[in-house]
Each structure stands twice: as structure tokens, then as C-alpha cells.
């Protein structure tokens, strides 16, 4: 089976969604995509999974991030579905759209298949992947859950806030990183650069080695 990992191109494949029917590399566009699968409708962990997501569509919006759910049922199902996911958000509506792959042809292209778990006629079902494809449609993260583990939405948003920055300035987000904190100077960066790319100024951190790689500036 074909595996997607970072830097790989993302499949330009014809998908149907809840939406209608689109290639993913229209979808993307100019623009950072979420691209998320799920191991089966009127799932527990799934469902709340999508609520969420759709808490955190106005956010990633917000960011210029478009989002597209995957699940291995048709669009009948996904669309009754939807009804039960929205009735258990506190309000919040799913605007993003759903793809159907009832034949698995999407999730094994994409290499989201969990080898373990299966569904009741015996097939295998979706992992909890999350890819985060940029304007080049190439995987920039790549997230693999087992079905059994839901996901963290505000892990995706920070990092999806670190990819924006970097995609922008020549840094990168230290351990534990979230927004308004200090970023590093990326290692391709000599110092003469350094101080033109970021007239704010820039700390370096003292080690034992005697080495200036731990250069610290803020960018928000």
C-alpha cells in the first residue's frame, strides 16, 4: 500500500462529499487544507470528533484553513449523520464538507487504513489520519491515530499556526510553542541574515558548547 508522509504529493483524486463532488487539488487551491479521515459514521469517538470540528471551523477559517472530512460510509449516511454530530456541539453547525468512500478507494490512496480494526462485515476501517497539505499540495504534517484515540483540536490549530509562520519567516516553533511566544532563527539563517529578516533584534542562549544555534526573536 502506498504511504503519504511529508513532502509527498497529495493525490489529485475525484472525490464525492456532502458538498458535491470535487478534485482535491481544486479544493486546496491557493490555500493550507485540513484533510481528516474517520474509522465509520454514527461512531462515538468520531462523532465527537466532527462536533469539535466544527467548533474550530470559524478559527481555522479564520486562518485561511479549508477542511474536508473523510469516513467510509455513502452520503446518505454522512448527511443523516451530520443531523446527530450537530445536535451534540452545542450549536455549532458542520459547514465543512464530508467525502464518501464506501469502496475504501480514498483511504488506502491516502494511506489512512488502521490495520487493526475492522468493521462488521470484516473490512478495515479508516485511522484517525490528519493530513495538513499547503498551496503546493504537499503534505506539510501528518498526524496517525489508531481508531481507539480521538484527536486534540488545539494541537491541530497550533500547528497549524506554527506551519502559517514558518511558511512566512525563516523560523521555527520551539517544544511547547503557541502564539505570541518566542520562535527560533532557522539554522539556514547566518547571523548577517538574521539581522536583516529581523530588524525586532534577536537573544542568543548561552550553552556549554559556545555554539549561537538557540537564537530567540518574536514575530507576533
Known amino acids: 500500500m502506498p504511504g503519504l508522509t511529508i513532502g509527498d504529493a497529495l493525490p489529485d483524486l475525484e472525490v464525492e462529499t456532502t458538498q458535491g463532488k470535487m478534485k482535491l487539488h481544486d479544493f486546496v487551491g491557493n490555500s493550507f487544507a485540513i484533510i481528516f479521515s474517520h474509522p465509520g459514521d454514527f461512531t462515538p469517538v468520531c462523532t465527537t470528533e466532527l462536533g469539535m470540528m466544527a467548533a474550530y471551523s470559524d478559527q481555522f477559517a479564520a486562518r485561511g484553513v479549508k477542511l474536508l472530512g473523510i469516513s467510509c460510509d455513502d452520503i446518505h449516511s454522512h448527511k443523516e449523520w451530520i443531523k446527530d454530530v450537530e445536535a451534540c456541539s452545542n450549536g455549532h453547525k458542520v459547514t465543512y464538507a464530508i467525502a464518501a468512500d464506501p469502496h475504501r478507494r480514498i483511504i488506502k490512496q491516502l494511506n489512512m487504513v488502521d490495520p487493526d480494526e475492522k468493521d462488521s462485515s470484516g473490512n478495515n476501517v479508516p ?14 504534517l501528518s498526524f496517525l491515530y489508531p481508531a481507539s484515540t480521538g484527536r486534540n483540536m488545539d494541537e491541530v ?7 502559517l509562520r514558518a511558511s512566512k519567516h525563516r523560523i521555527a516553533t520551539p517544544v ?4 505570541g511566544d518566542s520562535v527560533l532563527i532557522a539554522p539556514s539563517v547566518s547571523n548577517e541574515e538574521a539581522k536583516k529578516l ?10 556549554p558548547s559556545g555554539k549561537d544555534y538557540l537564537r530567540f526573536t518574536n514575530i507576533d
Open 176 to 179: 511547547n510553542w503557541k502564539p
Open 127 to 140: 485511522s484517525r489520519a490528519l493530513f495538513i497539505v499547503g498551496p503546493d499540495k504537499r503534505i506539510k
Open 157 to 163: 490549530l497550533r500547528v497549524v499556526d506554527s506551519l
Open 198 to 207: 529581523f530588524p525586532q533584534g534577536y537573544r542568543v542562549t548561552d550553552v
